[in-house]
C-alpha cells in the first residue's frame, strides 16, 4: 500500500525561525513528489519535485527530495506569522491518473 | 478570474439523508477531484474524473458518487450508506490528468448528525 508519512504532525516556533519539515514517503512507482501550502481551506500549490538532489526555491521555501532514502524536506527560513498554516506532502505513485498519494499534513504555527 | 468554486461552505444534514455537494471549475480542466479531509489525516481520494462522462473509484469510494456531465461540474453525493459522513470536503481540477499541479477549491464542511 502506498504512504506518505509527515513529521512532525504539528510545530510551534517564534517568528524568524528557521523550520524543517519532513516527509518520507514508500510508494510501488514514483514519478513526482509536490509539497500543499493549506491555510483556511483550500490547499495551495508550493512545489512538484522529480530528481533528487536538486533544491527547488521560492523566496524563503525551500525543498528538495532524497530519490535513495525516500524522503523530502520543506524548509522555510525567517518564518513569519503568514507562514502558519498545515504543508502537504503528496507523492505521485504513477497509478495511471494523477492519483495523488497525501501524508497527514503538519501544522505549523508562528507565534509573534 | 478563473477557479474552483464548491457550495455550500458549511452544510448539516441529518443521519439517513443524501446530500449533493456542488463544485464547479471554469479552468477547462480535463480532470476533477473529490478528496476528504479528517482531522489528524491527509487529503483521501473519493473519486476522480479523467474526462467528460467518465469516472473511476478512488480510495475510499464506498457510500459516496458523482457525475461528470458536463466537463465544468463534477458534483458528490454523499449517500446515507456512508458510515462516518461528517467531514471537510476537497474538490480539485488539473489541466489533464497527466498534469502534476492540481488546483483546489475552498472546500464544504459537511455536519450530519
Known amino acids: 500500500e502506498d504512504k506518505v508519512v509527515q513529521s512532525p504532525l504539528s510545530l510551534v516556533v517564534h517568528e524568524g525561525d528557521t523550520v524543517t519539515l519532513n516527509c518520507s514517503y514508500e510508494?510501488?512507482?514514483?514519478?513526482?513528489l509536490l509539497w500543499y501550502k493549506q491555510e483556511k481551506k483550500a490547499p495551495t500549490f508550493l512545489f512538484m519535485l522529480?530528481?533528487?538532489?536538486i533544491e527547488k526555491k521560492s523566496g524563503r521555501l525551500s525543498s528538495i527530495l532524497d530519490k535513495k532514502e525516500l524522503f523530502s524536506i520543506l524548509n522555510i527560513t525567517a518564518t513569519q506569522t503568514g507562514d502558519s498554516a498545515i504543508y502537504l506532502c503528496?507523492?505521485?505513485?504513477?497509478?495511471?491518473?494523477?492519483?495523488?498519494?497525501f501524508g497527514q499534513g503538519t501544522r505549523l504555527t508562528i507565534n509573534p | 478570474d478563473g477557479g474552483i468554486t464548491q457550495s455550500p461552505k458549511y452544510l448539516f444534514r441529518k443521519e439517513g439523508q443524501n446530500v449533493t455537494l456542488s463544485c464547479e471549475q471554469n479552468?477547462?480542466?480535463?480532470?476533477m477531484y473529490w478528496y476528504r479531509q479528517d482531522p489528524g489525516q491527509g487529503l483521501r481520494l473519493i473519486y476522480y474524473?479523467?474526462?467528460?462522462?467518465?469516472?473511476q473509484k478512488g480510495d475510499i469510494a464506498e457510500g459516496y458518487s458523482v457525475s461528470r456531465e458536463k466537463k465544468e461540474s463534477f458534483p458528490l453525493t454523499v449517500t446515507s450508506a456512508q458510515k462516518n459522513p461528517t467531514a471537510f470536503y476537497l474538490c480539485?481540477?488539473?489541466?489533464?490528468?497527466?498534469?502534476?499541479?492540481?488546483?483546489f477549491g475552498p472546500g464544504t464542511r459537511l455536519t450530519v448528525t
Open positions: 480539485a481540477s488539473s489541466r489533464d490528468f497527466s498534469s502534476y499541479e492540481q488546483y
Open positions: 510508494v510501488t512507482n514514483f514519478r513526482s
Open positions: 522529480t530528481s533528487s538532489g
Open positions: 503528496a507523492v505521485d505513485p504513477i497509478q495511471g491518473a494523477q492519483k495523488l498519494v
Open positions: 479552468l477547462n480542466h480535463d480532470a
Open positions: 474524473s479523467q474526462i467528460v462522462n467518465d469516472f
